[in-house]
């Protein structure tokens, strides 16, 4: 996609993927939900700085319910995940770079090169929870672990000095 020139007819699209078209995201649904639609939109605009410079932007949304792992329970749960970002586009790795920490919006190199699937994926990952979890998990979640032979070994607590004895054949000094 050549993003100046998307930027400069203030261009618009929008799309319905299927899921599996994105290979890391079904990585992260360890393969299910293939079949599920990842909808996403992308418009283009070209905005004058406070210095009467050009300055390219992709505003991007997208959402998709991924069926992941519940950290909790370890049952399957849906996550709902929606982006709202914006880019502003500078002519080089370095400016971006430079300028992405200040920002308060992300800041990406132009390219020749430039994928808007990529885009959408990684942003899509990068929102997704660190520990998916259900709100309240459809099975009672067991929360301690108990070892009924933990209290009788603790009960039977050997005498150190037993071992010494045996050491000595028995004899007492």
């Keep these: 996609m050549d993003v100046t020139a998307f930027a400069q007819s203030a261009g618009e699209v929008a799309g319905h993927d299927l899921l ?3 290979e890391r995201l079904m990585q992260e649904t360890q393969g299910l939900g293939a079949d599920r639609m990842l909808n996403w939109s992308a418009h283009g605009e070209l ?3 406070e210095t ?5 932007w992709l505003h991007l949304t997208a959402g998709v319910s991924l069926p992941l792992t519940c950290q909790r329970c370890l049952g399957p749960v849906d996550i709902a995940v ?3 970002r914006s880019f502003r586009f500078v002519d080089s790795e370095e400016a971006a770079e430079a300028q992405d920490e200040e920002a308060e919006e ?5 390219s020749q090169d430039f994928n808007l699937s990529h885009l959408i994926e990684d942003e899509v990952l990068m929102a997704l929870p660190v520990v998916p979890r259900h709100e309240a998990c459809p099975v009672d979640v067991k929360l301690a672990a108990v070892d009924p ?4 070994a603790s009960a039977e607590k050997r005498n150190p000095f037993a071992v010494l004895a045996k050491l000595q054949g028995g004899k007492s000094g």
């Design 47 to 49: 905005r004058i700085d």
């Design 52 to 56: 009467g410079a050009e300055q390219v």
């Design 82 to 84: 929606a982006v709202n």
């Design 20 to 22: 599996s078209k994105y």
């Design 106 to 110: 992300d800041v990406l190199a132009l």
């Design 149 to 152: 032979d933990f209290d009788a």
